[in-house]
């Protein structure tokens, strides 16, 4: 007899968790709709509607990936309605992406597809030779050419190769910041660098933030990059700042001074500078 009921008790509990297996096996996702692509430079982002009553998971996105030559996939959560796939490009044409949702015990629910392409992946350019750009004073302007009389605050001892004399930009009478000096090039260049050397005589007028603009034609300025950190202020020393790829041809450089390290001095100085091109090369993702 108690064999008999020790059956029955593991035949119940046997049925009990079959029904449940089923019931849990039996959930179906629901579904995603007015799906839509957003294309980017190699990247595409798809975009839905989630229910009111959403249970999924989440959605699998699937496609052919002909670069890497087999079928990508990516997950996006039941807390997302997007999602960004990147390393397209736009040589191969259209790509197919089937888009499911999936329950948590794994059930897909209706597949659906949208075809799109990605905007072109642009080239990537690199420095592939530095020329150092001969500087005269014709070419150096600044927003103010000032400083008490007698002081060697000229532009000109910007670029005579000498430590010990120095441009430093107006402070008598004094006035505010950001201050600058003006490059205009005697040929168009695509990529710059510059360097320039502390004043060593004298701890003042240390750059503390510098903004680069650059400009075609002088009148229209943009403003392509701001240094905040990482410049010297010691005493006669210098600081060579990255390549700048502009890429568009320029003839003009502006080196803003908008801040100090010391915050008082509303002026900055420098003993010498220079200035480097860059010669590019490219490197073109969607050529074939």
Same mark, same amino acid.
């Given at each position: ?70 079928? =990508? ?10 999602? !960004? ?49 001969? !500087? ?5 302007? =600044? ?16 670029? +005579? ?12 009478? =004094? ?25 060593? +005589? ?14 075609? %034609? ?15 202020? %010691? ?12 890429? +568009? %041809? ?29 010669? !590019?090369?490219?490197? +073109?993702?969607? =050529?074939?």
């Amino acid at each position: 007899m108690k064999n008999t009921l020790n059956y029955l008790f593991i035949t119940c509990l046997i049925f009990i968790f079959t029904c449940c297996q089923d019931k849990e096996e039996s959930i179906k996702p629901s579904d995603i709709s007015n799906i839509s692509s957003y294309p980017l430079p190699g990247k595409v982002v798809l975009k839905w509607e989630i229910p009111a009553d959403s249970n999924y998971l989440y959605v699998k996105v699937s496609y052919n990936d002909p670069a890497l030559k087999k079928v =990508a996939t990516k997950n996006a959560s039941i807390f997302t309605d997007s999602i !960004l796939i990147e390393g397209l490009f736009n040589k191969y044409g259209e790509y197919e992406f089937s888009l499911q949702t999936f329950s948590e015990t794994n059930i897909g629910g209706p597949i659906h597809t949208i075809k799109t392409k990605c905007q072109k992946v642009p080239p990537v350019y690199l420095v592939s030779e530095e020329k150092t750009i001969s !500087l005269t004073v014709d070419m150096l302007d =600044a927003k103010t050419l000032a400083g008490s009389a007698g002081s060697p605050s000229t532009l000109p001892a910007l670029i +005579d190769n000498d430590l010990n004399t120095i441009y430093h930009s107006q402070w008598n009478p =004094a006035t505010t910041m950001p201050q600058w000096i003006e490059i205009t090039l005697k040929e168009t260049i695509q990529a710059f660098k510059f360097q320039y050397w502390n004043r060593a +005589d004298n701890v003042n007028g240390k750059a503390q933030v510098i903004e680069i603009l650059i400009s075609k %034609d002088g009148e229209t300025w943009e403003s392509f990059d701001i240094i905040n950190s990482g410049l010297p202020i %010691d005493k006669g020393s210098d600081y060579t700042s990255k390549f700048f790829i502009v890429v +568009d %041809d320029i003839k003009k450089i502006r080196l803003q001074v908008n801040s100090c390290a010391n915050n008082n001095d509303k002026f900055f100085s420098w003993a010498e500078l220079v200035i480097t091109e860059g010669v !590019l090369d490219s490197i +073109d993702p969607e =050529a074939d």
